[in-house]
């Protein structure tokens, strides 16, 4: 990609303290957009150095503190971000939560609702609140961050997997439903990615050797290459692009062998 595509651009990225977020960012502000970077944590640090890593990159950056799976917060997030910027040009979705090693049948209430509170009702959220102003201004880019484990049941992956299969079908909806407005609206599938988020598949040399070797591409994906296929989405080049899930997994398909460890 061009290392401008973006100029001009002001983009919303969720989850950006750290992970995938964090790259989506970086790499946006890296092709010259403004970058409007939210979590729910703010006090450890992580959220200001994101802003501060857009900053290095010599775009404009806005660090919000943001629940998303509160109306409210998602409300005061976009219109500080109209405040500041004036419009919203690209929105991606990456804000997520997951309990591992748990079957729906041994899932509680609590955890069924922390996970779809956020994963779900969260991306939903800010696609309405978000999507609402693309629609005003009659053009947009919504990326939503969903799973292969959202493809493919996975052991272990309980609540988690059915909340990314359902961002799946939010995704193709609002797609259908945007486009007379030139607002696009497309998902991401990753695979194993190398987080803190998912730590325990792959922290240590030996679990990722073993973690790697059910990749047929033979290794995990790097957040980067997360934040590539963001870009591309975001850009012109996807211009005629909505509606779609793209899988970036390596090859990797989740089977019922795989379980946290």
């Not at 092709?31 to 729910?40: K, L, M």
């Not at 695979?191 to 030996?206: H, R």
């Not at 047929?216 to 779609?244: C, K, M």
Request: glycine share 12%; proline share 2%.
């Amino acid at each position: 990609m061009k290392n401008d595509c973006l100029t001009d651009k002001v983009a919303v990225v969720t989850g950006a303290r750290r992970g995938i977020g964090r790259a989506v960012a970086v790499t946006f502000a890296g092709a010259g957009a403004d970058v409007v970077v939210c979590d729910i944590v703010d006090g450890d640090g992580g959220l200001k150095e994101t802003e501060e890593a857009v900053k290095k990159l010599g775009s404009e950056a806005l660090a919000l503190k943001t629940d998303i799976s509160l109306r409210d917060d998602v409300e005061r997030m976009a219109l500080r971000a109209l405040e500041v910027f004036g419009r919203i040009d690209v929105l991606v979705n990456c804000a997520g939560v997951w309990i591992p090693g748990e079957t729906l049948v041994e899932c509680g209430d609590e955890h069924w609702d922390a996970v779809m509170n956020t994963n779900l009702k969260g991306t939903f959220l800010c696609c309405r609140e978000v999507g609402r102003r693309m629609i005003a201004q009659r053009s947009g880019c919504i990326i939503n961050l969903s799973s292969q484990v959202g493809r493919t049941p996975a052991m272990g992956a309980g609540a988690y997997s059915t909340s990314k299969a359902g961002i799946i079908m939010l995704t193709m909806q609002m797609a259908q439903e945007m486009a007379r407005y030139k607002v696009r609206v497309n998902a991401l599938a990753p695979g194993i990615v190398k987080t803190e988020f998912n730590a325990g598949f792959w922290k240590g040399a030996e679990l990722e050797k073993q973690a790697s070797g059910m990749v047929p591409l033979g290794r995990l994906a790097e957040t980067e290459d997360i934040a590539r296929a963001a870009l591309f989405l975001a850009s012109d080049a996807a211009g005629y692009i909505t509606g779609e899930v793209i899988g970036i997994s390596g090859g990797w398909s989740p089977t019922s062998s795989v379980a946290e460890p």
